[in-house]
């Protein structure tokens, strides 16, 4: 069965760095499969943040392209984020998930992230 | 860029009702890559129909998806009490290679 988990640390200050992991059991992530981050800010809807391709190869939203870098570890599986310059409009759940031919078919449970000082 | 419109914005029924929500796409798209989700609260949002119409895994048959050029639709037949929560379409765009979300129907009892 597929899992994933997120984790990092919940409370990141302002102008600071948000690093979160993405633990995968059940399916290797050096598969052939697309793995990707989406965000829910309190109250809202989805937004998708980016993807990783078993061999490295990056997609990201364009309104997060300047501060985002995803990577992927093959010898851990697992695949992390790291968005850079954070806000309090980067306040958010964070989910990571499995990609499946155009949709998503796996999800972590979410990890929230707080930007505050 | 797409943009997904998600028609009513809240849906207010009851057990057994017939549930119908829309999603309208901004331009034409490829409808494998139109995709439902439900979320529950404090949940994570969980696949419901792929490639337009096609149930995932473990999805109950009261849950249907279709299309028609740019409007897509979910249907659930027959209103169980589970059923009460959050429904998002999902495009996936090749050009740039991203995901879009609708905005979400809260379909409440």
């Known amino acids: 069965q597929v899992r994933l988990q997120e984790s990092g640390p919940g409370l990141v200050k302002p102008s600071g760095t948000l690093s979160l992991t993405c633990a995968v059991s059940g399916f290797s992530v050096s598969s052939v499969t697309w793995w990707s981050w989406v965000r829910q800010s309190p109250g809202k809807g989805l937004e998708w943040i980016g993807e990783i391709f078993s061999s490295g190869s990056t997609n990201y939203n364009p309104s997060l392209k300047n501060r985002l870098t995803i990577s992927i570890d093959n010898s851990k599986n697992l695949f992390s984020l790291n968005l850079a310059s954070v806000t309090a409009a980067d306040t958010a759940v964070y989910y990571c998930t499995k990609s499946a031919a155009y949709n998503l078919d796996y999800w972590g449970q979410g990890a929230l992230v707080t930007v505050s000082s | 860029e797409i943009v997904l419109t998600q028609s009513p914005g809240t849906l207010s029924l009851s057990p057994g009702e017939r549930a119908t929500l829309s999603c309208r796409a901004s331009q034409s798209v490829n409808r494998r890559y139109l995709a439902w989700y439900q979320q529950k609260p404090g949940q994570a949002p969980r696949l419901l129909i792929y490639d337009a119409s096609a149930r995932a895994t473990g999805i109950p048959d009261r849950f249907s998806g279709s299309d028609s050029g740019t409007d897509f639709t979910l249907t659930i037949s027959r209103l169980e009490p589970e059923d009460f929560a959050v429904y998002y379409c999902?495009?996936?765009?090749?050009?740039?290679?991203?995901?879009?979300f609708g905005q979400g129907t809260r379909l409440e009892i």
């Open positions: 999902q495009l996936y765009g090749d050009s740039p290679p991203m995901y879009t």
